[in-house]
């Protein structure tokens, strides 16, 4: 399962094209079609593991292998409902990395394009939780992102930017690595540690 994932992700950012027009190269789109098939498999598997110990959260769909511009995307991502509107926040399991370096990330976010007009403001809610050790902050700006430590000091001064409207909006997030050779149910454990650590966050945005 996690040699399909780390393999694709060689494969970031290269240009697919329909294997049927694309000549010489008919091979390597089709070698490039399958490797991306079997890696979002692979990660649909791992999230259906997660989720099978979490019942009351509903999977959504997994991402697809390339973007609508038909470049590759191996970082795999899929969102969990437990209640409430698809335009609300949520949990996602997010893969990350490299093939040397990588896992999967579980965060507090919201799905951009089903967002309405209170998504955002309940997405803030997660800077009115105290700091929990093993989690930390990814910001937004002007579309771009900037991982921040979680500590008191800095959940008050993005209190204050928001206020502000200087950041957009604030994701909560732990990060699990996975290490050579490491079995499924050690990673399971790692992510349930990590959703624990979580769950008061997304507890924050029901409020």
Known sequence: MLNKIRDYLDFAGLQYR??????????????????????????????????ASHLEWQLQQTSQWMNQ?????????????????????????????????????IEVSFIERKKDEQTLEK??????????????????????????????????????????QEIRKVLVKADVSFIENQSLEVILEKLDEAYERLLPYYQATRG
């Not at 930390?136 to 002007?142: E, G, P």
């Open 18 to 51: 329909n294997p049927d027009k694309a000549g010489e190269e008919r091979e390597k789109m089709m070698a490039f079609r399958h490797k991306g098939q079997e890696a979002r498999k692979a990660f649909t598997e791992l999230a259906k593991a997660f989720q």
């Open 69 to 105: 511009a038909q470049r590759l995307r191996p970082h795999f991502w899929v969102y969990l409902q437990r209640d409430g509107q698809v335009t609300e926040p949520m949990l996602a399991l997010r893969l990350y990395g490299n093939p040397s370096d990588f896992g999967i990330s």
């Open 123 to 164: 997405q803030t809610k997660v800077l009115e939780v105290p700091v929990i050790e093993g989690i930390y902050y990814l910001v937004y700006s002007d579309g771009q992102s900037q991982r921040w430590e979680a500590n008191e000091e800095n959940r008050q001064v993005l209190v204050e930017k928001i206020g502000s």
